[in-house]
């Protein structure tokens, strides 16, 4: 069964930092690529972060040297470290395969809001 599971979100100043966690199901863990996505209000949801199996990494632009993505093959687990974080960054955030289309699911995410 599909499942995966989104935590560590909050809220926090600008400059501050968060890491996002989740837990997903084994047999997606281990097939395919992982990312972190997120939804702005009134934006299309967008790719800030990949991982592959192998452990090589894409990022955005708009997150480049500030966020990273890592994974625990051991535990399923896909994190995404974040500082230096701007209000531009305040969406929800999701983690899923790459593409995320194979999957055709969503977690319910979990919201970071940054004040500034």
């Known amino acids: 069964q599909v499942q995966l599971v989104e935590s560590g979100g909050g809220l926090v100043q600008a400059g501050g930092s968060l890491r996002l966690s989740c837990a997903a199901s084994?047999?997606?863990?281990?097939?395919?690529?992982m990312g972190w996505y997120r939804q702005a209000p009134g934006k299309q949801r967008e790719l800030v972060a990949a991982?592959?199996?192998?452990?090589?990494?894409n990022y955005a632009d708009s997150v480049k040297g500030r966020f990273t993505i890592s994974r625990d093959n051991a535990k399923d687990t896909v994190y995404l470290q974040m500082n230096s974080l701007k209000p531009e960054d305040t969406a929800v955030y999701y983690c899923?395969?790459?593409?995320?289309?194979?999957?055709?699911?969503w977690g319910k995410g979990t919201l970071v809001t940054v004040s500034s």
């Open positions: 899923n395969v790459v593409p995320a289309y194979v999957l055709n699911y």
């Open positions: 084994g047999s997606i863990f281990s097939i395919n690529a």
């Open positions: 991982i592959s199996r192998g452990g090589s990494t």
